[in-house]
C-alpha cells in the first residue's frame, strides 16, 4: 500500500527519502501545510514540475454563472469556486547560474518531512552542480496556527567545497491568471479529464490587479476578483542572514514580484534567507489597499517577534493541540503516524477557519472547488466538540450565518423554514445537478444533529438558546411542509418523498431511510429544544418567539410527525430498504466488476447505476450508526450483513462508517480491515484524487472510527462506552472532553481506564453498568471481552436467492451491453 523505503514508518513525522516527479499531485498534498484560513501545497520552493502550484484561502471563490443545457425554474444558478492564490512559496535557487530543477539535477542526498509536533515542512538535500560543486540546501516553511494570516519559510544554501555565485530569487506570482517566467500554464487555460469531483476552471482573468509595490526587501500583490468582488493582499519581506558579500535587485509587476538576492559565496560560508507572507481577504467590500495595510501590520509584528520564536510558539500552539486532541494505538507504529497525519489534517482545515466552513479539501487543494459540505457536520464536527469545542463553535456559526440563504432556498422549491445548500462557499446553493445536489435533503437534519452534538459535548446552552435554535427551528419547519400524511392499515404516517439519502447512486427516491430517521430526530430536537427554552428562560424564550415569528403550535405539530414518521421495514427479508423500491432493483454483482470500471461513477451513466441495489457509499448503515438508540442489535446486524456486499466504497466517507457499524455487530476483523483503509485514503491514494487535496471527512471519520468503533463510545441518552479493541493492538488512548471536564480513556483486553481532570463528576455507562467519576480521579473498569465476534464478511452469495416482498427472487449481475435471457420466476413458484 505504501512504499516504506520511501516513507519509513515514524509516529510523528511523514517522511520521504526520495522524490518522484511522478506522483508530484498526491507529495503535493500530504506535505501540505494549513491553518484553515490559508493553506499552501507542499510544492518544491523551486516553483517547477508541480501538478498543481496551490495556495488556498479558505471562503476566497469567484462566482459564474451555471449554464444547463436545459434549464429549469428552482435550478442552481450561481455556481461558486475557489481561488488560487498568489503564490509565495517560490524561492529559487542558482549557482554558478544553474538553476536547482528536479528534472535535471543531480541530487545527491534528499529528505522530505512534515513533523507533526511543529507543523514545520522540511526539506534538505546535497545538489552537485554540472560544474561539480556540492550544494547543500535546507528549506522549511510553516503556516502559523497562531498568527492567522500568517506564513514563513527559509532556506539555507551553503556552497560545500567552493566558492560559488549564489542566487536566491524570492518571488510571488498570480498562478491564477499569469504565467510564471517559465512560461507555465495559467490556471485559467488548464484542462481536465472529466471527473466531477475537480473544480472548474476559467477562460477569462479571475484577478484583476490593484495596488502592487515594492520597499526594499517587501513587496505586495493586491486583487479585486472580477465576479464574486471579494479582495485580497498578499506581502512578503525578508531577513538575510549571511556572512557572505550580497546586493538586490527587485521587480514588481501586477502578476509578479521578485526579490532577488545574489551572493558571492564562499566555500562553506552559509546563506539564509527567511521570508514572512502575510495573506488577507475580504468578501465584504474593503477595498485591496486597505488589506495591504492590514498585510504590513502582520509582517511587522512577525518580523519583529522574529523566525525562531514564531516557529517556538507554533510548537507550543501543536503541544497543546496534541495534549487535548491525540489517539494513541499501542503496538503500531504504522497506525500510529498515519492516525497523528489525519488529526493533523483536521487542524489544518479547521483551527482557524474562524466562522468559515470547513470545505471538503480544507485548504490544501483546489478539489470539489472549495465547497462545503454535509461532510463537516457529520464526519468533523465530532471531533472538533470533543477535542476543541470552540472551533466546533466556529463551524456551527457558519451555518447560522448561511440562515438568510437558505430561508430564500427553501422558499424557491416551495417549502416554509430554511434549506441549506448542498454544496456552496457563500451560502447559496452551487450544485448543477439536482438529483445528488438539492435532493439531499438531510443536510438539514445533518445540520441540526452536529448542533445537538456540540450540544451535548458542551452543556453550551448558551449558544443553542441564542442562535443554535434558529437552526433547529428552520430547519424543522422545512420537514413540516416537505412530508405529508398517509393512511396505512387504519394508521395515520408521515412520508417524505423526492428525496436522495447519503448513497448518491440512488437517487430523488420516496422514504429514503437514512432521510426519514434523521428527520425524525431534528423534529424532536427542535421540539424539545423550543419547549425547554420555555421552562428555563421565559425572556429568552419570548425573544426567539419574536426572532421567528414561531406559532406555539409548530413544536406539537413537529412531534407528532416524528413519532409518526414511516420507517421502511421489510418483514420478508429482514431489513430496513434504503427507500421504498429499493428492493425492486435487481442487485449489482460487485464481486464480479472489474477493477478497471471503477469507481463507477466514471465509468457507467447515472441512469444505469441508479436502476441496480448498489451503493456508493453507506446509507442504511450510517442511520444504524447516528441514531443506533433507535434500532435493535439484532436490526443493525440484519442491515449491516445485507448493505456491506452492495456497497462499493466510492466515496472516502464510507469506510469509516462500515468499520463503526463492523466492529459493533460483530465483524471485528472486517472492522479493522476499513478502518485500515480508512487511514490511508490519502496516504495510499486508495481512490486516485488525492492530488486533488486532502480527503477532510474521511480523516474526521478515522477519528470516530477510533472512538465510537473501537472504543465504543455513544453519546445518545447519555456518555457510554462498549470497546471493541482489535485483536493486535496493545492497547487504544483517546480523549474527549464532557461538559468542560477532561477525560482520559485507555483501552486494554481486559480492563477500560478513565482518568478525569479538573472540572465536574461525570456520570455515564460501560456495557450497561452505571459509573460516576469524580475530578481528578482513576476508575478501572473490568472488561470480560471485546464484543461479539464474526468471522470472515457478509457476501453477495448470501443474498442470492432471497425472496422480495412479491416472491421474486433477489439475483446480481453486472451491467453489459450484451443480450441475456432470463427464466421469469413466478411470484407463487
Known amino acids: 500500500m505504501i512504499d516504506r523505503d520511501r516513507f519509513p514508518v515514524d509516529p510523528w513525522r511523514l517522511i520521504e527519502t526520495s522524490f518522484d516527479l511522478d506522483d508530484a499531485g498526491v507529495t503535493e498534498t500530504l506535505f501540505a501545510v494549513g491553518n484553515g484560513?490559508?493553506?499552501?501545497?507542499?510544492?518544491?520552493?523551486?516553483?517547477?514540475?508541480?501538478?498543481e502550484q496551490g495556495t488556498y484561502v479558505n471562503g476566497f471563490h469567484e462566482t459564474f454563472p451555471i449554464r444547463h443545457a436545459e434549464q429549469a425554474y428552482g435550478f442552481a444558478e450561481v455556481g461558486q469556486t475557489i481561488i488560487n492564490a498568489p503564490d509565495a512559496k517560490v524561492m529559487r535557487i542558482y549557482v554558478d547560474d544553474e538553476p536547482l530543477t528536479f528534472d535535471l539535477a543531480d541530487v545527491r542526498e534528499y529528505e522530505r518531512v512534515l513533523?507533526?509536533?511543529?507543523?514545520?515542512?522540511r526539506r534538505r538535500l546535497v545538489w552537485v552542480t554540472p560544474s561539480g560543486k556540492n550544494v547543500l540546501v535546507d528549506f522549511d516553511r510553516m503556516v502559523s496556527f497562531e498568527e492567522r494570516h500568517l506564513a514563513i519559510m527559509s532556506v539555507d544554501v551553503t556552497v560545500l567545497d567552493a566558492d560559488a555565485p549564489v542566487t536566491i530569487s524570492s518571488q510571488i506570482i498570480n498562478r491564477q491568471d499569469g504565467e510564471d517566467v517559465y512560461g507555465g500554464t495559467p490556471m485559467a487555460h488548464r484542462k481536465?479529464?472529466?471527473?466531477?469531483?475537480?473544480?472548474?476552471?476559467?477562460?477569462?482573468?479571475?484577478?484583476?490587479?490593484?495596488?502592487?509595490?515594492?520597499?526594499?526587501?517587501?513587496?505586495?500583490?493586491?486583487?479585486?476578483?472580477?465576479?464574486s468582488h471579494m479582495t485580497m493582499a498578499v506581502a512578503s519581506d525578508?531577513?538575510?542572514?549571511?556572512?557572505?558579500?550580497?546586493?538586490?535587485?527587485?521587480?514588481?509587476?501586477?502578476?509578479?514580484?521578485?526579490?532577488?538576492?545574489?551572493?558571492?559565496?564562499?566555500?562553506?560560508?552559509?546563506?539564509?534567507?527567511?521570508?514572512?507572507?502575510?495573506?488577507?481577504?475580504?468578501?465584504?467590500?474593503?477595498?485591496?489597499?486597505?488589506l495591504v495595510d492590514r498585510c504590513r501590520r502582520t509582517l511587522d509584528r512577525a518580523m519583529t517577534t522574529g523566525f525562531?520564536?514564531?516557529?517556538?510558539?507554533?510548537?507550543?500552539?501543536?503541544?497543546a493541540f496534541w495534549h487535548r486532541s491525540d489517539v494513541r494505538i499501542g503496538g503500531r507504529d504504522d497506525l500510529q503516524q498515519a492516525v497523528r497525519w489525519c488529526l493533523f489534517q483536521l487542524a489544518q482545515a479547521a483551527a482557524r477557519a474562524d466562522g468559515q466552513g470547513v470545505a471538503a479539501k480544507g485548504v490544501t487543494g483546489s478539489g470539489y472547488s472549495g465547497h462545503y459540505f454535509w461532510d463537516t457536520e457529520i464526519y468533523v464536527l465530532p471531533f472538533l466538540a470533543y477535542t476543541t469545542p470552540q472551533w466546533a463553535l466556529n463551524a456551527l456559526r457558519m451555518r447560522v450565518l448561511m440562515l438568510p440563504a437558505a430561508r430564500r432556498r427553501a422558499h424557491q422549491l416551495t417549502e416554509a423554514g430554511a434549506l441549506y445548500p448542498w454544496r456552496t462557499i457563500n451560502g447559496e446553493e452551487a450544485s448543477a445537478y439536482y438529483a445528488a445536489g438539492t435532493a439531499q435533503y438531510h443536510i438539514n437534519a445533518d445540520v441540526c444533529y452536529a448542533l445537538a452534538k456540540y450540544v451535548r459535548a458542551t452543556g453550551d446552552l448558551d449558544f443553542l438558546y441564542r442562535d443554535g435554535v434558529d437552526i433547529a427551528v428552520e430547519t424543522a419547519r422545512l420537514w413540516a411542509t416537505l412530508g405529508f400524511w398517509r393512511r396505512h392499515d387504519g394508521v395515520e404516517r408521515f412520508h417524505i418523498h423526492g428525496v436522495t439519502g447519503p448513497d448518491e447512486y440512488t437517487t430523488v427516491v420516496n422514504d429514503n431511510l437514512f432521510t426519514n430517521v434523521m428527520a425524525r430526530f431534528n423534529l424532536h430536537f427542535a421540539a424539545r429544544t423550543v419547549r425547554e427554552m420555555a421552562e428555563r428562560d421565559g425572556e429568552v424564550y419570548r425573544r426567539m418567539v419574536s426572532r421567528l415569528h414561531l406559532d406555539p403550535a409548530e413544536p406539537e405539530a413537529w412531534e407528532r410527525a416524528a413519532q409518526a414518521m414511516h420507517i421502511p421495514y421489510s418483514p420478508q427479508l429482514g431489513i430496513h430498504p434504503q427507500d421504498e423500491v429499493f428492493l425492486e432493483k435487481e442487485v449489482w454483482d460487485l464481486e464480479n466488476t472489474p477493477a478497471d470500471k471503477r469507481p463507477l461513477l466514471l465509468h457507467f451513466h447515472p441512469l444505469v447505476i441508479y436502476r441496480y441495489q448498489v451503493l456508493k457509499q453507506a446509507d442504511v448503515v450510517l442511520a444504524l450508526f447516528l441514531q443506533g438508540n433507535q434500532f435493535t442489535a439484532e436490526e443493525k446486524l440484519a442491515d449491516f450483513e445485507y448493505y456491506d456486499p452492495l456497497t462499493t466504497g466510492d466515496s472516502t466517507?464510507?469506510?469509516?462508517?462500515?468499520?463503526?457499524?463492523?466492529?459493533?455487530?460483530?465483524?471485528?476483523?472486517?472492522?479493522?480491515?476499513?478502518?485500515?483503509?480508512?487511514?490511508?485514503?490519502?496516504?495510499?491514494?486508495?481512490?486516485?484524487n488525492a492530488s486533488d487535496g486532502v480527503h477532510v471527512a474521511s480523516?474526521?471519520?478515522?477519528?470516530?472510527?477510533?472512538?465510537?468503533?473501537?472504543?465504543?463510545?455513544?453519546?445518545?441518552?447519555?456518555?457510554?462506552?462498549?470497546?471493541?479493541?482489535?485483536?493486535?493492538?496493545?492497547?487504544?488512548?483517546?480523549?474527549?472532553?464532557?461538559?468542560g471536564t477532561r477525560l482520559d480513556v485507555t483501552l486494554r483486553a481486559d480492563a477500560m481506564t478513565v482518568r478525569s481532570g479538573a472540572g465536574s463528576s461525570v456520570s455515564f455507562t460501560v456495557r450497561g453498568a452505571p459509573f460516576t467519576i469524580s475530578p481528578e480521579s482513576e476508575l478501572v473498569i473490568p472488561l470480560d471481552d471485546q464484543g461479539p465476534v464474526i468471522r470472515d464478511r457478509p457476501t453477495l452469495r448470501e443474498l442470492i436467492g432471497e425472496r422480495r416482498e412479491d416472491g421474486t427472487l433477489l439475483a446480481a449481475s453486472v451491467p453489459t451491453t450484451e443480450t441475456t435471457t432470463i427464466d421469469v420466476i413466478e411470484a407463487d413458484s
Open 308 to 319: 525562531a520564536t514564531l516557529m517556538h510558539h507554533q510548537r507550543t500552539w501543536l503541544d
Open 699 to 739: 480523516a474526521g471519520g478515522v477519528w470516530t472510527a477510533l472512538v465510537a468503533g473501537f472504543g465504543g463510545m455513544r453519546d445518545d441518552g447519555g456518555l457510554s462506552f462498549d470497546p471493541r479493541l482489535p485483536a493486535g493492538w496493545d492497547d487504544l488512548s483517546y480523549v474527549v472532553h464532557w461538559h
Open 115 to 121: 513533523d507533526l509536533r511543529d507543523g514545520v515542512l
Open 653 to 688: 466517507l464510507s469506510a469509516v462508517v462500515q468499520s463503526i457499524l463492523a466492529a459493533e455487530v460483530g465483524y471485528q476483523d472486517l472492522a479493522q480491515r476499513y478502518f485500515e483503509r480508512s487511514l490511508l485514503v490519502d496516504l495510499a491514494d486508495l481512490h486516485r
Open 37 to 51: 484560513y490559508l493553506g499552501m501545497r507542499g510544492n518544491h520552493p523551486e516553483g517547477r514540475h508541480a501538478h
Open 238 to 290: 525578508h531577513v538575510i542572514t549571511t556572512e557572505n558579500t550580497y546586493s538586490t535587485r527587485t521587480l514588481v509587476e501586477p502578476d509578479i514580484a521578485k526579490n532577488v538576492i545574489r551572493v558571492q559565496a564562499k566555500a562553506g560560508v552559509p546563506i539564509r534567507v527567511e521570508k514572512f507572507v502575510s495573506y488577507h481577504t475580504s468578501g465584504s467590500g474593503v477595498p485591496a489597499r486597505e
Open 192 to 227: 481536465h479529464t472529466f471527473d466531477p469531483r475537480k473544480t472548474e476552471r476559467f477562460a477569462q482573468r479571475v484577478l484583476e490587479p490593484q495596488d502592487f509595490w515594492q520597499d526594499k526587501l517587501r513587496s505586495a500583490l493586491s486583487y479585486r476578483v472580477a465576479q
